[in-house]
């Protein structure tokens, strides 16, 4: 108990033993009046945080003596004179000497004294000697700043010296690289500082450069779309000037023509642009260097129409049209040029469809026809056909329309091919090669006039018309040629007649067409062949004629009878004429080819002087055959019911009035 007051009592000074006095195992409570409480620094975090067990070094190496003890010399005086010796007494209570312990004491004062005393201590019931060798060196001292610390001993100060040297040296070479670092830091911190700065000035000139974009943006919006209007891109020159002629060139053309507009347009306002008149020249120059090329690029196309067994048509829908805009391109900026080039294609297309129609021709003059002449008349002399061996059925045949017909019935419109025209043995009437030259001369008619409207469009009707004729007048003329030589020495009438409808329908389809430039070869083909048509029909009346003429007695009735023998010569027979048949199958066929005749064809007036000389023949041979009066009505009657026996199937305005003449002349003979 003693002790404990003693370690706990002040000195009456307040201060610390000497420093060459040993400590006193127990910790020493601290004074808290002594002014040294007031200069003694704090415990250092960083030594805690770092070691397990503190510094004995920490507070001598950082506190000054003056600060340790601060009248150190007043207070030994007062201890020497008053106090006996510690240690004395404590060697006198403990019953050994203490002074076996010098080097502890001194290696306890190089250790210095602790930074934080435990003001109580608890010697669990042992004597001090016990307590100061005991476990006490493992109990756990709460400092002042509340955190609990413990008390090692020597050994183990020495066992940790490597580790806390160890230590140390990592501490002392973090404080290098944190040095370093800090170094960096401030040198970062300066770099930073100007890369700072030079932000500032990059924000500032962004501000200015925003600006700027925006007032460009605002001209640009407003002189853009003039700026664009009259430049002219490399691209386009590039393009003009060296890429091959095809659909990307044509686009680039019609680029050019536009911006050609705009800049006239520009030049001619009231508002004169100079960048305009700068541009003039290179727009010029260009212009210049198109035209030579689309020249170049039409001239080789016409001189590819001149290649043998080359179509034509081919070559205007896959180059000419589809690259038309090259000719109103060219007459634009080039009117002579144009024309020249105009007239080589016109020229070129002449001599084309001239040495095509001529080859055609003489294809279609090597097919076999049927003879057919006056011998073939309605009123024919049969023995003379006879004896010029021409052969029964052309001679049968050109009076019956037959099969003929189907000619223009068929839906197959084109033409037959110059190969199997020359190859084709069979026989054929006129109107076979009439009707496979003119499918053939339409079509072609029709393609090219559709080409000229489309490729020529800047032309007027007149100017097309006239393009048209220049092509075409050559072989319209073959055309004419040959029908006139199919029909100059020909009087089938039925023929004829055919060749007119099938140049009709050939009207017709022109005009379906629109292709009304071929009117005039349709109106000169009706003038050829109406007349010959006309000339055919005298033919029949001339022969019909003639037998009326020869009419005389009972030997031309027996001629021209049925019965015509001498088994018949006592009685007349009241059958109906042959020449009758002959006439009702010719009546028959001209009916059924005139189902939609118009009122304005000759066709009804050659009819009706051809029945007037049918019905005067019959008048007469009644009378001069010695068929007695009261029975001349039922010959004429049976003739007649036989006519109409014949055409009964037929149609048309023109059939319905022949029914209705040979029905009255029926009824009026009392049949």
Same mark, same amino acid.
């Given at each position: 108990?003693?002790?404990?007051?003693?370690?706990?009592?002040?000195?009456?000074?307040?201060?610390?033993?000497?420093?060459?006095?040993?400590?006193?195992?127990?910790?020493?409570?601290?004074?808290?009046?002594?002014?040294?409480?007031?200069?003694?620094?704090?415990?250092?975090?960083?030594?805690?945080?770092?070691?397990?067990?503190?510094?004995?070094?920490?507070?001598?190496?950082?506190?000054?003596?003056? @600060?340790?003890?601060?009248?150190?010399?007043?207070?030994?005086?007062?201890?020497?004179?008053?106090?006996?010796?510690?240690?004395?007494?404590?060697?006198?209570?403990?019953?050994?000497?203490?002074?076996?312990? *010098?080097?502890?004491?001194?290696?306890?004062?190089?250790?210095?004294?602790?930074?934080?005393?435990?003001?109580?201590?608890?010697?669990?019931?042992?004597?001090?000697?016990?307590?100061?060798? *005991?476990?006490?060196?493992?109990?756990?001292?709460?400092?002042?700043?509340?955190?609990?610390?413990?008390?090692?001993?020597?050994?183990?100060?020495?066992?940790?010296?490597?580790?806390?040297?160890?230590?140390?040296?990592?501490?002392?070479?973090?404080?290098?690289?944190?040095?370093?670092?800090?170094?960096?830091?401030?040198?970062?911190?300066?770099?930073?500082?100007?890369?700072?700065?030079?932000?500032?000035?990059?924000?500032?000139?962004?501000?200015?450069?925003?600006?700027?974009?925006?007032?460009?943006?605002?001209?640009?919006?407003?002189?853009?779309?003039?700026?664009?209007?009259?430049?002219?891109?490399?691209?386009?020159?590039?393009?003009?000037?060296?890429?091959?002629?095809?659909?990307?060139?044509?686009?680039?053309?019609?680029?050019?023509?536009?911006?050609?507009?705009?800049?006239?347009?520009?030049?001619?306002?009231?508002?004169?642009?100079?960048?305009?008149?700068?541009?003039?020249?290179?727009?010029?120059?260009?212009?210049?260097?198109?035209?030579?090329?689309?020249?170049?690029?039409?001239?080789?196309?016409?001189?590819?129409?001149?290649?043998?067994?080359?179509?034509?048509?081919?070559?205007?829908?896959?180059?000419?049209?589809?690259?038309?805009?090259?000719?109103?391109?060219?007459?634009?900026?080039?009117?002579?040029?144009?024309?020249?080039?105009?007239?080589?294609?016109?020229?070129?297309?002449?001599?084309?469809?001239?040495?095509?129609?001529?080859?055609?021709?003489?294809?279609?003059?090597?097919?076999?026809?049927?003879?057919?002449?006056?011998?073939?008349?309605?009123?024919?002399?049969?023995?003379?056909?006879?004896?010029?061996?021409?052969?029964?059925?052309?001679?049968?045949?050109?009076?019956?329309?037959?099969?003929?017909?189907?000619?223009?019935?068929?839906?197959?419109?084109?033409?037959?091919?110059?190969? =199997?025209?020359?190859?084709?043995?069979?026989? @054929?009437?006129?109107?076979?090669?009439?009707?496979?030259?003119?499918?053939?001369?339409?079509?072609?008619?029709?393609?090219?006039?559709?080409?000229?409207?489309?490729?020529?469009?800047?032309?007027?009707?007149?100017?097309?018309?006239?393009?048209?004729?220049?092509?075409?007048?050559?072989?319209?003329?073959?055309?004419?040629?040959?029908?006139?030589?199919?029909?100059?020495?020909?009087?089938?009438?039925?023929?004829?007649?055919?060749?007119?409808?099938?140049?009709?329908?050939?009207?017709?389809?022109?005009?379906?067409?629109?292709?009304?430039?071929?009117?005039?070869?349709?109106?000169?083909?009706?003038?050829?062949?109406?007349?010959?048509?006309?000339?055919?029909?005298?033919? @029949?009346?001339?022969?019909?004629?003639? =037998?009326?003429?020869?009419?005389?007695?009972?030997?031309?009735?027996?001629?021209?009878?049925?019965?015509?023998?001498?088994?018949?010569?006592?009685?007349?027979?009241?059958?109906?004429?042959?020449?009758?048949?002959?006439?009702?199958?010719?009546?028959?066929?001209?009916?059924?080819?005139?189902?939609?005749?118009?009122?304005?064809?000759?066709?009804?007036?050659?009819?009706?002087?051809?029945? *007037?000389?049918?019905?005067?023949?019959?008048?007469?041979?009644?009378?001069?055959?010695?068929?007695?009066?009261?029975?001349?009505?039922?010959?004429?009657?049976?003739?007649?019911?036989?006519?109409?026996?014949?055409?009964?199937?037929?149609?048309?305005?023109?059939?319905?009035?022949?029914?209705?003449?040979?029905?009255?002349?029926?009824?009026?003979?009392?049949?």
């Amino acid at each position: 108990m003693w002790l404990d007051r003693f370690s706990t009592q002040p000195t009456p000074g307040g201060s610390l033993p000497p420093p060459n006095r040993s400590y006193s195992p127990a910790p020493r409570r601290s004074n808290h009046l002594s002014p040294t409480s007031a200069t003694r620094p704090a415990f250092s975090p960083r030594a805690s945080s770092l070691s397990l067990v503190p510094k004995a070094n920490a507070s001598t190496s950082s506190l000054s003596g003056t @600060h340790r003890i601060p009248n150190g010399s007043s207070l030994k005086q007062e201890l020497t004179a008053n106090v006996d010796d510690p240690w004395d007494v404590l060697e006198q209570i403990i019953g050994s000497s203490l002074r076996e312990h *010098g080097k502890a004491r001194e290696e306890a004062e190089e250790c210095g004294r602790p930074d934080v005393l435990a003001e109580d201590v608890d010697f669990d019931g042992l004597s001090l000697r016990a307590f100061a060798h *005991g476990n006490t060196r493992n109990k756990d001292v709460i400092g002042e700043d509340g955190q609990a610390s413990r008390d090692y001993s020597l050994e183990e100060y020495e066992r940790e010296k490597d580790t806390l040297e160890d230590l140390h040296k990592s501490i002392s070479v973090c404080d290098d690289v944190l040095r370093s670092v800090e170094v960096s830091l401030t040198s970062f911190q300066k770099d930073l500082g100007a890369v700072s700065a030079e932000i500032e000035t990059l924000q500032s000139r962004s501000v200015t450069l925003n600006t700027k974009i925006e007032n460009r943006r605002v001209v640009e919006k407003l002189l853009g779309p003039a700026v664009e209007e009259i430049s002219i891109s490399p691209a386009i020159v590039r393009v003009i000037a060296d890429e091959p002629i095809d659909e990307g060139w044509a686009q680039i053309l019609n680029e050019l023509e536009r911006r050609s507009k705009l800049i006239e347009s520009k030049l001619k306002g009231s508002d004169r642009i100079q960048a305009a008149s700068d541009v003039k020249p290179l727009l010029d120059d260009l212009t210049n260097k198109a035209v030579e090329r689309i020249r170049d690029f039409l001239v080789s196309q016409i001189k590819a129409l001149r290649s043998p067994n080359i179509n034509a048509q081919i070559i205007q829908q896959q180059k000419f049209l589809k690259y038309k805009e090259f000719h109103n391109f060219l007459a634009k900026h080039n009117q002579l040029l144009a024309e020249e080039i105009s007239q080589a294609y016109i020229n070129t297309m002449r001599w084309y469809y001239l040495d095509h129609f001529s080859r055609y021709r003489q294809a279609l003059e090597k097919i076999s026809l049927y003879h057919v002449d006056k011998h073939d008349a309605i009123g024919g002399d049969q023995s003379n056909q006879k004896a010029a061996s021409k052969p029964l059925q052309a001679s049968r045949d050109s009076l019956s329309i037959g099969r003929r017909r189907e000619i223009l019935k068929t839906s197959h419109n084109s033409a037959i091919t110059s190969y =199997l025209a020359e190859e084709d043995k069979s026989t @054929h009437y006129l109107e076979v090669p009439f009707r496979n030259f003119h499918v053939a001369l339409v079509d072609n008619a029709s393609a090219e006039y559709s080409f000229l409207t489309e490729f020529f469009s800047s032309n007027s009707f007149q100017q097309m018309s006239r393009k048209f004729a220049e092509i075409f007048e050559p072989t319209f003329n073959l055309g004419l040629a040959l029908t006139k030589d199919l029909i100059d020495n020909s009087y089938d009438c039925l023929g004829l007649l055919l060749c007119v409808r099938l140049n009709q329908h050939a009207a017709f389809e022109l005009q379906r067409r629109k292709v009304p430039v071929a009117d005039g070869y349709i109106n000169r083909t009706n003038m050829l062949l109406w007349p010959k048509f006309q000339l055919a029909i005298d033919m @029949h009346c001339e022969s019909i004629r003639r =037998l009326t003429g020869t009419a005389n007695g009972r030997s031309a009735a027996s001629a021209l009878s049925f019965t015509g023998g001498a088994a018949n010569s006592s009685k007349q027979s009241l059958a109906p004429h042959y020449l009758t048949q002959r006439f009702g199958v010719f009546l028959e066929a001209i009916l059924a080819l005139s189902r939609e005749a118009g009122d304005d064809e000759p066709l009804s007036n050659s009819l009706a002087r051809l029945r *007037g000389e049918f019905e005067g023949f019959l008048l007469k041979t009644s009378k001069s055959s010695g068929i007695d009066a009261s029975k001349r009505g039922k010959f004429l009657g049976n003739n007649y019911s036989l006519i109409q026996t014949i055409i009964a199937d037929t149609e048309g305005k023109l059939a319905q009035e022949q029914k209705e003449h040979f029905g009255k002349m029926a009824h009026a003979a009392g049949v």
